[in-house]
């Protein structure tokens, strides 16, 4: 398709910039009908991607995983991988941020008016938006360690809807916020339907007992963060188990942390009414924070943000 | 809260009028922040109530039930219950349609920049809007009866999200529909994970065996043509059971039929491989339609659109 970019100058770009369906506007500008299933029937798969340090983060691995995600609910938005990669890069350069959250979405229209009311009739279409970095937590809560609950609502099953596939099916995940926030904490963790860990709202979850690292290997959104701690795992010498994990065993685990773009590696230190390593972020997640960090300023998987493409030649 | 309601005049309504935050518009300028939670989140709630002939059918129990779904999601307009009363009438009287789809969405907005990111901080507002009146299925299609699928993928539990607070997760009903298509059939019909009947993509099922009509009871909206249905049921002398209906008896069952808003009682003639009375509607369902759209010609529960509302006086 043939794209227009424009350049960043005479607009203020800084709360924002987003594409929607061919073209290019400030945040605020990118809305989507209210008739259309995206919303509607929240027929939409998406993605999100951190720029750093002015640099994407495993930007072709999101693209994979978008693509993916977007097979699977069959939805097919008219760009290209190669045509979202220049987008996203341009999205970034025309705010000019360094510290970047970068959303990807591609959702479903509707058909016109008079056609049959069927999603097999309705074409799908491309939405993406960065603005500054958000982090999943304050840093300040990052620093001393989360307080996170044990949610009583449970997360949608897989046979359901697959978590694989990124999607807008919330309702579990904020009815658990709700349920932290009434008990003080400051994020929940979801189970299955027969009590097995999955994931909370925007992160994975692992476990360290006896210097083991476990992960859930089903129902969960296979993170790009989650994928970058099993690396670093493998690099340190670290057990990772991919694998069922009990809700039992998260809470008598020596050490919790959880991943999510929006923060890296993010330790946990209490969980319902336990308190984790003496209140402490523990030794396996701190290693593995330090390691995240120092790679990443290393320019670890980095890919550098176009910043030229929105100034003037 | 202070309403300003326009009138219908020098603008072309005919397509749909809608309502946003506050605001009159027409439908197609109704649009939803990219970035706010009733579409990122799917953390929204609505309600449909039709008009026909220049009535809306129902519009107190849609209105309670719209209430007790905003209620369960945690999401609160500014706007009571009399005055989206007002805003659905002036709505339709904008358009000047006498039959027409009339929506009403409560929605999650986002934090502010820089306050804590979670949904109790963030406001909800309301969304409404009137459309020409859509079929659920071609009228063509309930004439002949519906060719239905009992489809593969099971409908999200309700232990993870109340499917009484009508809500946007369709995921399950998409794939389904998809399903449905791939199979020549016009629509599917979903089991919960033990394999009892639950609903379709906007209607509830019923099944009559031996001149007993039943109904699942759990997993299911409390749709407000069930109601009517149940409520015809009983007038006319038909045991009507709410309770589990296994898979097997729907398979086995004499009759099928659906109901939904978009259509009213929808017979269904064949089943997966199984055709149901000779590919007619069954008699019980027959009797159903007819009295429905008697009753409704009669001013059942009726509530006549106050057209004067958007003329100048």
Same mark, same amino acid.
């Given at each position: 398709m043939t794209l227009q970019f424009p350049l960043a100058?005479?607009?203020?770009w800084s709360a924002g910039a987003a594409y929607l369906d061919g073209a290019f506007m400030v945040v605020r500008d990118a809305k989507i009908p209210i008739t259309d299933w995206g919303y509607r029937r929240s027929d939409v798969t998406y993605d999100v991607v951190s720029v750093w340090d002015g640099a994407f983060f495993r930007l072709d691995d999101h693209l994979r995983r978008f693509r993916a995600s977007m097979r699977t609910m069959r939805l097919a938005p008219q760009e290209t991988d190669e045509e979202i990669r220049r987008i996203l890069h341009h999205l970034v350069a025309l705010t000019g941020l360094r510290n970047a959250y970068v959303a990807m979405d591609c959702l479903r229209a509707r058909p016109n008016p008079? /056609?049959?009311?069927?999603?097999?009739?309705a074409r799908s279409y491309l939405a993406a938006f960065a603005i500054p970095y958000v982090w999943l937590m304050k840093p300040e809560i990052i620093e001393r360690g989360a307080h996170m609950i044990i949610a009583s609502t449970p997360r949608i099953p897989d046979v359901c809807?697959?978590?694989?596939?990124? *999607?807008?099916?919330?309702a579990d995940m904020t009815a658990a916020l709700f349920e932290a926030e009434e008990k003080g904490a400051d994020n929940p963790i979801l189970l299955d339907l027969d009590g097995n860990v999955t994931e909370g709202p925007g992160y994975n979850v692992f476990c360290v007992t006896d210097g083991l690292v476990a992960t859930p290997d089903? *129902?969960?959104? /296979?993170?790009i963060s989650r994928l970058s701690a099993i690396d670093l795992c493998r690099e340190m010498g670290l057990g990772c188990g991919l694998r069922r994990v009990p809700v039992g065993e998260l809470l008598e685990a020596d050490e919790v942390f959880v991943t999510s773009t929006a923060g890296g590696v993010i330790p946990v230190t209490r969980l319902d009414s336990r308190i984790l390593g003496n209140d402490r972020p523990g030794p396996v997640t701190e290693r593995l924070r330090e390691a995240y960090w120092l790679k990443r300023r290393k320019g670890w998987h980095a890919e550098p943000v176009d910043y030229a493409s929105a100034q003037p030649r």
């Open positions: 100058q005479s607009v203020d008079g /056609e049959r009311y069927h999603p097999a009739n809807l697959d978590a694989r596939a990124k *999607n807008f099916h919330w089903r *129902n969960v959104l /296979e993170g």
